[in-house]
């Protein structure tokens, strides 16, 4: 008799423990999925951020430098080349060229520090300094537009670029994966050696 209260007494069958097995690998699954989805969404988020930041960065940098520039050589849809102090620290002007690399798809500058003497100061192309200020940008639309007196964008002429009273910067940067959108930041610089309102 006590052998067959111990027999009764015994734990789970083989069919229970599969369903529990099963039951308990949905709920994990689940979470998992779950829990992925919104990891995955954060890191997007976090590179979404990033690259604003990599992009908003580079037009500060941009409008400090532009807003002292004092001539302008070359004004065109994804070029801009002019002379300005480059730096806070520097006592002469150099010669400022932002570009973009299409094959790169990169928005970069190019300095070339004056030397000699004032007032014959010469710029050797052979002394530019080239850097990427920001990766990634797509070439579907022109990055610089050109604004009139009256506030309006215009096309200028290497006769007429003394017209151009600011700079509107359009920066698109491309969306680095299929779950992210993409960046689009743009700004206004206004010339200030150019100023009607003073």
């Known amino acids: 008799m006590l052998r067959?209260?111990?027999?009764?007494?015994?734990?789970?069958?083989?069919?229970?423990?599969?369903?529990?097995?099963?039951?308990?690998?949905?709920?994990?699954?689940?979470?998992?999925?779950?829990?992925?989805?919104?990891?995955q969404g954060y890191l997007n988020l976090?590179?979404?951020?990033?690259?604003?930041?990599?992009?908003?960065s580079a037009l500060q940098r941009?409008?400090?430098?532009?807003?002292?520039?004092?001539?302008?050589?070359?004004?065109?849809?994804?070029?801009?080349?002019?002379?300005?102090?480059f730096t806070p620290r520097d006592s002469t002007l150099s010669k400022v060229r932002y570009f973009y690399e299409s094959?790169?798809?990169?928005?970069?500058?190019?300095?070339?520090?004056?030397?000699?003497?004032a007032p014959n100061y010469t710029y050797n192309v052979q002394d530019e300094q080239i850097s990427t200020i920001a990766s990634n940008i797509s070439d579907g639309s022109a990055i610089f537009r050109y604004v009139n007196s009256?506030?309006?964008?215009a096309e200028f002429t290497a006769d007429t670029y003394k017209d151009i009273r600011a700079i509107k910067i359009v920066l698109n940067g491309l969306a680095l994966s299929d779950r992210q959108s993409p960046v689009n930041l743009q700004t206004?610089?206004?010339?200030?050696n150019r100023k009607t309102n003073l």
């Not at 690998?25 to 989805?37: I, P, Q, W, Y």
């Not at 807003?67 to 002379?83: E, F, H, V, W």
């Not at 094959?103 to 003497?117: C, D, E, H, R």
């Open 4 to 39: 067959r209260k111990l027999h009764n007494s015994g734990g789970f069958t083989v069919g229970e423990l599969m369903v529990t097995i099963v039951l308990v690998s949905g709920v994990l699954l689940t979470f998992s999925m779950f829990f992925a989805d919104n990891f």
């Open 46 to 56: 976090q590179t979404s951020t990033v690259r604003s930041n990599e992009i908003s």
């Open 62 to 85: 941009m409008t400090r430098v532009l807003r002292g520039m004092q001539s302008i050589s070359d004004a065109q849809s994804n070029t801009l080349t002019g002379y300005a102090f």
């Open 103 to 117: 094959g790169s798809q990169n928005l970069k500058v190019g300095v070339i520090p004056a030397s000699g003497s």
């Open 150 to 153: 009256d506030n309006e964008e």
């Open 188 to 192: 206004t610089v206004t010339l200030r």
